[in-house]
């Protein structure tokens, strides 16, 4: 931690300060800033002089004039870099290039197993990646990359661990490879916290407390407080489809317990019970289809699914205190019958204070909450105090 007693220190943080309070967007006079962080004239001026030649700030026209020569007005450049988003998902890859507002410019996708393993999916994700950039211009412009995995990550590695449906992924380590291959960092989470982060920024951006539970082949939830996304001590918080639920007891879940709520709510485990009461279904989407097809048993089982899935949200309710929770992934899209269910749990045995202004609703950021996400994931760090400063170094 700094020592804020020594003049240098109050500079040097005032400094950092100085781009933050800029990536607002509203544009802001050399005066401005030097009132805002108590930094000379003459240092602020050569800051922003710095951000504009890395191509983060730009000046955006001048100021109301109160007598004499008008200020210059300067802002976030945000399309003056770029990010990588990377969603890789159980049978598919995409990545998207984005500016530092978050906006996507162009983005790519593929048919790709996880299960083909690290060297091929991160090859497609390197190419891709290279060739968009390319497309842009310059390989500098890049910043970051993000990139989301389904399954466990440590984020303090960004490593997968122990990833279920990842044969060969084990600890291998991801930002390495395709830092190594891009020249950029790489920040790894998992698929439901980005698809979180995503969620947030498309559609509940003044939202500080939200949950993104994700409904497919597993059960996960993305947790925000605070406006801050909560990875606990090594990343693996929001992990409720492991939670026990007693009605479950005897599903043999795939993590080795029993009784977990991914056992008996998720796509897999609601396909199979169909299938055990004559229905031809294999997957998650079968599941859907059903329930748009007006399927009495398959709506029913997608409805008791969304009341499993309430009783592990009533003690998140309890624990976190929400705003919003949100529900995604390919089983919440058969309508609103699982969202149903989770709302008719959730409201009537969490505490009325809890629910007075709670929502409970469907992803609006559907399918693109996840590139979106991994994109955000990446602006955060390559904007972040440290990387800002990093940079300004190597400038200089």
């Not at 999916?121 to 970051?144: C, F, T, Y």
């Amino acid at each position: 931690m700094a020592d804020v007693t020594r003049d240098d220190a109050v500079s040097e943080q005032a400094g950092k300060d100085l781009f933050q309070i800029l990536r607002d967007g509203s544009p802001r006079t050399r005066s401005e800033l030097a009132g805002l962080t108590g930094l000379a004239r003459s240092t602020v001026a050569a800051r922003v002089d710095s951000l504009v030649r890395l191509g983060l700030v730009k000046p955006v026209g001048a100021a109301v004039s109160t007598g004499g020569r008008p200020s210059s007005q300067f802002a976030l450049n945000s399309s003056g870099r770029v990010v990588l988003g990377v969603d890789v998902g159980a049978s598919h890859a995409r990545i998207a290039l984005a500016d530092l507002s978050g906006r996507i410019l162009e983005q790519r996708s593929v048919s790709l197993a996880v299960a083909e393993g690290p060297a091929a999916v991160l090859g497609w994700v390197a190419e891709e990646g290279r060739a968009l950039v390319a497309e842009r211009g310059s390989s500098d412009d890049l910043l970051a990359v993000g990139v989301g995995l389904p399954g466990p990550v440590e984020h303090s590695s960004g490593k997968p661990i122990d990833p279920p449906i990842m044969p060969g992924w084990d600890r291998y380590d991801v930002p390495a490879h395709l830092g190594t291959e891009l020249g950029v960092p790489v920040l790894v989470d998992n698929d439901v916290n980005i698809m979180a982060l995503g969620e947030r920024e498309i559609a509940w951006p003044d939202v500080d407390h939200l949950i993104f539970v994700k409904v497919a082949t597993g059960i996960g939830a993305g947790v925000i407080s605070g406006g801050r996304l909560q990875r606990g001590a090594q990343g693996i918080a929001g992990d409720i489809g492991h939670v026990f639920v007693h009605s479950g007891r005897d599903a043999v879940c795939r993590c080795g317990n029993r009784g977990c709520l991914e056992a008996i709510a998720a796509g897999p485990a609601v396909a199979a019970g169909l299938r055990e009461a004559g229905l031809a279904v294999e997957t998650s989407q079968d599941v859907v289809e059903l329930v748009r097809a007006g399927n009495i048993p398959a709506i029913q089982a997608v409805r008791e699914a969304g009341r499993l899935i309430g009783e592990v949200l009533t003690t998140c309710v309890s624990l976190i205190n929400p705003e919003v929770i949100v529900l995604g992934g390919s089983l919440a899209h058969a309508g609103d019958h699982l969202l149903a269910g989770a709302r008719e749990v959730v409201y009537a045995r969490s505490m009325p204070l809890a629910t007075s202004n709670l929502q409970i609703t469907q992803s609006r950021s559907g399918a693109n909450a996840a590139i979106e996400g991994a994109s955000m994931l990446a602006i955060h760090h390559a904007l972040s105090p440290a990387r800002i400063e990093a940079m300004l170094g190597e400038e200089r």
